[in-house]
């Protein structure tokens, strides 16, 4: 299993990076055991959770359930020290704290709130779930309009922010900081913001990324490569596209998502047949496309880390199974040729 470090910081990673989102939901509190054991027998040794995980319902009655699993597994098996955790405070709207927004009062409550479910004194990567100013992802680029953005209150908000997380990193809370749904520019004030305030530095970005959706391409890779951040991919499969469960208008039972919902509410028409194109190419080389898609986030030019997810022990073996596939270059090129020709297909 190939290893990195994240950011400029002492967190050395395996690449792939094991989600938990389902842990708590649609997988069960035996099964998730299972999966973190299979995955640091593979050479997986990084976890990413948030505090309001699970997913499928996202509610109040399930927040934290999943930290609280993934605790137990700590306090059972006395293996904390195997693992590389990042978890998420979660931001504006929420509803673990009736909505309010991300601030030091709130980073400090939610912090405690993690190390309690998780029964650890400390968190390897502490990262923001989503800016209080709002963000483009989920979709959200078709109409995003920062327009209303007050900039003084940005900085003001990153500054009091970062004024606790360094205070965190002294107490031994928090051992590293990272963001999630960030913009370039937003990137660029943390930076900035921590360099002057002598605060943790940005050493990863959460956000989406797969053959499906390139959006951190431009602006954010150049970002990642000269500050030296990290992308964590989250959806690499696309919400399931490019594993072809999907295609021909199918839902499998176990799925987590609808069609539908897996569109934002729009026409999947065009994703379907985009999606299409790459599982053709994939088949054409040889190649499973779950394992060509995660390889393909692993051979990108700035350094990434992709976040896979299962529901069950079948996922996940299928996934192992081809954690060490490398793409040659032609099929490379050809994937870059299938994007030029479908780029933005949802």
Not at 144 to 160: F, L, N, R, V
Not at 199 to 218: F, G, H
């Amino acid at each position: 299993m190939k290893t990195i470090t994240l950011g400029a910081s002492d967190l050395e990673v395996s690449q792939y990076c094991l989600g938990s989102m389902t842990w708590g939901t649609q997988t069960s509190e035996p099964d998730a055991y299972q999966q973190i054991e299979a995955s640091l027998a593979a050479g997986i040794n990084f976890i990413d959770t948030a505090e309001a995980y699970p997913v499928n319902p996202m509610n109040k009655e399930n927040a934290g359930k999943t930290e609280a699993i993934i605790g137990n597994w700590f306090e059972k098996s006395g293996r904390r020290q195997d693992v590389v955790l990042a978890t998420k405070c979660a931001g504006a709207g929420n509803y673990i704290r009736d909505g309010e927004e991300i601030s030091s009062k709130t980073i400090r409550e939610a912090v405690e709130g993690s190390l309690a479910r998780l029964k650890t004194d400390y968190i390897d990567l502490y990262q923001l779930h989503w800016p209080n100013r709002g963000s483009y992802m989920f979709r959200q680029n078709w109409t995003y309009d920062p327009t209303g953005q007050d900039k003084a209150a940005t900085i003001a908000h990153m500054e009091d922010v970062l004024g606790v997380l360094k205070e965190l990193v002294a107490e031994g809370k928090l051992r590293h900081f990272g963001l999630s749904n960030e913009s370039a520019w937003g990137t660029a004030q943390w930076l900035s913001v921590a360099e002057r305030m002598g605060a943790p530095k940005v050493e990863t970005m959460q956000n989406e990324y797969s053959l499906l959706c390139r959006l951190y391409d431009t602006d954010m890779a150049e970002l990642s490569h000269n500050e030296d951040v990290t992308l964590l991919a989250f959806s690499p499969l696309a919400a399931g596209f490019l594993t072809g469960k999907y295609q021909g208008g199918a839902v499998p039972a176990a799925s987590r998502k609808s069609i539908n919902e897996a569109m934002g509410g729009r026409s999947s028409d065009r994703v379907l047949d985009v999606t299409q194109a790459y599982l053709d190419l994939a088949q054409s080389h040889g190649v499973d496309p779950v394992h060509m898609s995660l390889a393909w986030c692993c051979q990108r030019p700035f350094l990434t880390s992709p976040i896979f997810g299962a529901t069950d022990m079948a996922q996940l073996n299928h996934i192992i199974s081809g954690l060490n596939v490398v793409l040659n270059d032609e099929l490379m090129a050809a994937i870059d040729s299938v994007h030029r020709a479908h780029p933005m297909p949802y």
